[in-house]
């Protein structure tokens, strides 16, 4: 039986949306070191390629290329008080968290210099001091630990907040949808980040998602999301702004899809057979984060082409720099196995 209007219950509240993102105006020196930060990204990971060819960096070596718009622009809205953790595509969040590229080279390497003393190499980087709280070996692991993050600035009442990027693969494991939960139940100061590159490991994500407009994934728990041109690095930067005021404001979490595109294969044992090299340089060619914004920076008259030019060589000696310094660097004394490691006693 139909219950009557005067015993239905009432209608939910209409959730609160954030504004939709704008396109960051930013200044000529912001497009410099929009520009400059993409190219040091680009420029190391390139030479990281060459290295792991060489056989100077062991392990599995996640490169970035491709998608440097994405931390580019969202670092560069937040503040000293945040916190990011990331995956194992992680040398590129490294650099633009303000981490010296010859700590970061070292790690690739197993050098004791390196940021983790050598033991984490391409997946493991970790550095308080910079408030980055490690790339992450297990696939979407790093989700509940972020979202533990947002809820240690909430509990410290620090102004923090934590940003969480995972990929699109990532994002259909269960572990981040039972995050999702906690941090809307608590209102938790967090911006997960979707740096959805479009292939997984090697799936495109229109196979292997039912709902594939990632943007929407938190809608269940009542997260709001925003989809993003994840190429322009402005475009980031815009919706970033809005989901820093959103999260700081007391809000609760959101969700950013970025919608961005990896050159090379998954690791550099992918060879990527599973899309055609049209398409690689179809975006290369259409969509290069670089290179839009090299284009904003000449429209702007931020610079010239021999500033542009200046500044690639400026950024090709630091990396050749860091280079230089990984392969030189001593590896760690054997004694080193046993430092900072958890060890647990039962009994």
Request: charged content about 25%; aromatic content about 8%.
């Amino acid at each position: 039986m139909a219950k009557s209007p005067a015993s239905a219950e009432p209608a939910p509240p209409v959730r609160d949306r954030p504004n939709e993102p704008k396109r960051y105006a930013a200044t000529n020196d912001e497009l410099l070191d929009f520009y400059r930060e993409m190219l040091l990204i680009r420029r190391f990971e390139e030479r990281a390629g060459q290295m792991y060819g060489m056989g100077l960096i062991g392990g599995f070596c996640h490169l970035y290329i491709g998608q440097e718009a994405v931390v580019t622009g969202v670092q560069s809205a937040l503040a000293k008080t945040d916190s990011v953790i990331t995956g194992y595509r992680e040398h590129g969040h490294m650099l633009a968290a303000g981490i010296d590229p010859k700590a970061v080279m070292a790690e690739l390497t197993g050098r004791a210099p390196g940021i983790s003393k050598g033991k984490g190499g391409s997946m493991h980087m970790f550095s308080v001091e910079h408030g980055f709280y490690g790339g992450h070996g297990i696939v979407a692991a790093q989700v509940p630990l972020g979202t533990g993050l947002g809820f240690a600035h909430k509990y410290k009442n620090d102004g923090g907040l934590s940003v969480t990027y995972f990929g699109d693969g990532a994002a259909n494991q269960g572990q981040v949808y039972e995050s999702f939960n906690m941090a809307e139940l608590w209102k938790l100061p967090v911006i997960y980040v979707i740096e959805n590159n479009q292939y997984a490991m090697g799936t495109s994500v229109n196979r292997s998602s039912a709902e594939d407009q990632l943007y929407r994934r938190g809608e269940s728990f009542r997260v709001p999301g925003l989809q993003v041109d994840g190429m322009d690095v402005c475009a980031v930067r815009g919706a970033t702004d809005v989901a820093v005021d959103w999260v700081r404001s007391g809000k609760g979490p959101i969700l950013l899809e970025m919608k961005t595109y990896r050159y090379r294969g998954h690791s550099m044992s992918d060879p990527a057979k599973y899309r055609s090299r049209e398409e690689v340089a179809a975006m290369r060619e259409k969509s290069d984060p670089i290179e839009h914004c090299k284009k904003d920076i000449l429209s702007a008259g931020a610079a010239d082409e021999a500033k542009l030019k200046d500044i690639e060589k400026e950024v090709r000696a630091v990396v050749a720099d860091a280079a230089d310094f990984a392969e030189s660097a001593p590896e760690p004394e054997a004694g080193e196995l046993f430092t900072d490691v958890l060890v647990g006693t039962y009994g």
